[in-house]
């Protein structure tokens, strides 16, 4: 992978620094609480848009946070094939439910992987609504920005610890 430029480098290698410390941070987490697992497909519209789907994992503390980190594939406008690194904490206002939909907001920092080589970071602001946070699965839906408008949706399984 080149860096586009000395500052750009050292951004995306400031976000590659946070990305891992969002994944060390999540080691407390999975003694407690959940583990999930998810599908997921967004798309960003900047200049390129990128459209992809990808995986996630995250751990839920027994209160109202929640550490996840992600990995897309996918293309960019006229770009070709692209990629997107995502770590994400989010805060749940209703984590018990069982059914029906709760919202979350959360922030967190992603690396957009163009396919000329170049790496973008960004810190990421999102609103979601997730169905049944408390029960195996569940659908989510999230609006954010960051480096353009970012739309996202998939499933979310569950686990304890």
């Known amino acids: 992978m080149r860096w586009s430029s000395t500052r750009s480098g050292l951004a995306a290698r400031a976000a590659f620094v946070a990305l891992a410390g969002l994944v060390g941070a999540g080691a407390p987490a999975r003694a407690q609480g959940l583990r999930e697992t998810s599908l997921w497909a967004t798309v960003v519209f900047a200049r390129p848009t990128f459209a992809g789907g990808g995986l996630g994992l995250a751990w839920r ?3 109202r946070t929640r550490l996840a980190i992600g990995a897309a594939a996918g293309g960019e406008d006229g770009a070709g094939v692209a990629g997107r690194l995502e770590g994400m904490w989010h805060f749940l206002l209703d984590p018990g439910r069982r059914t029906g939909n709760a919202v979350y907001g959360g922030a ?3 690396l957009a992987l163009s396919g000329d080589g170049r790496a973008y970071p ?3 602001l999102v609103l979601g609504a997730e169905n049944a946070p ?3 699965r569940g659908s989510f839906v999230e609006i954010g920005v960051g480096r353009g408008v970012r739309v996202a ?4 399984w569950r686990s304890r610890r």
């Open 61 to 63: 503390d027994r209160g």
């Open 134 to 136: 408390a029960s195996r």
């Open 153 to 156: 949706a998939g499933m979310r």
């Open 108 to 110: 967190g920092v992603a």
């Open 122 to 124: 960004a810190v990421q």
